[in-house]
């Protein structure tokens, strides 16, 4: 590890091959733990370690996707009162109004295009769990869902900062000053 004055370089401190599963687990808690969106930790990851980042959304998709099955699988076994106890506003919330419709409508498919954006998933995954829908059809349409989105901010993060460096001008900077 590297260190000048209060600089730690985490690019040297973390070995290749753990910083993205470090990544994918971060991914797996903060899903599970609702506390703060994973995507801001991903951009983060993905521009400290630019080379890495397509095998880092792959990890980090597959841990907010496990993650997203552990909640849907504790919402399914809490049953519908436990929940209506924990979340006694949730029923009048948009979010709920909109998964609910969504999620009646269109199954899966609406729970994959709810992992895409860049929408609340817990209501969704809420409705998906009391609607008893299959275990692996969600897994897989959160990870793709997960996947989609992920994929779209890894490969913006690893890209827009040569974007800078092509609109800078070659060579130095020279200014020039007139004499009045």
Known sequence: MHMT???IDLRRALPA???PLMVGVIALVLTISMTIPFASILIVAVLLRRDRWK???LVSSLGSATGGLILYLTFH???WSQIAAYYPDLLQSKAWADATRWVSAYGTWALLGIAAAPLPQTPA????AVSRL???EVFLALFLGKLLKYGVYGWLAAEFPSWFERLAPIGEHKHQTRAF
């Open 5 to 7: 004055g209060m600089r």
């Open 17 to 19: 091959r753990a910083y």
């Open 55 to 57: 095998e880092i959304v």
């Open 77 to 79: 076994y809490l049953g």
């Open 125 to 128: 995954l809420i409705f998906t």
């Open 134 to 136: 299959p275990v692996s």
